[in-house]
């Protein structure tokens, strides 16, 4: 995910634009939630999941013609003490405020 810096790139290289999808590369800033995996094995590739339409392949990445992105399946989780969340400028790929878990979302450099 790091090669993708605008919204329209992160929109077509994640393939969010699958049917009646709630994303749309319109909206003026974004959101990137960054966290660290602590037990690998709640990642698995996405492989042969039944009930999803294209861009979903079944082949552990999605299918696009720009760039290839592994897709992966999570088992979900609980926000933890330190996970950060971006907020992005749509256009410019620019961080505009980040946020910090501390058992609530903190502005980092706020109180």
């Known amino acids: ?14 393939r969010l634009d699958y ?5 749309s590369f ?13 037990d690998e094995s709640s990642i698995s590739y996405s492989i ?7 861009p979903y392949t ?16 999570q ?3 609980q926000f933890k003490y330190g996970d950060t969340l971006e907020i992005i400028n749509s256009r410019t790929g ?3 405020r980040t946020y910090i878990f501390k058992n609530k979302w903190i502005q980092k450099g706020g109180k």
């Open 1 to 14: 995910m790091s090669k993708l810096i605008t919204l329209a790139e992160v929109f077509y290289g994640l």
């Open 19 to 23: 049917p009646n999808s709630d994303f």
């Open 26 to 38: 319109k909206d003026s800033v974004y959101g990137r939630i960054k966290y660290i995996v602590e």
């Open 48 to 54: 042969d999941e039944a009930g999803y339409a294209w």
């Open 58 to 73: 079944g082949r552990g990445f999605v299918g696009t013609d720009r760039v290839i992105v592994p897709e992966y399946m």
């Open 75 to 77: 088992v979900e989780r």
């Open 94 to 96: 620019n961080v505009l």
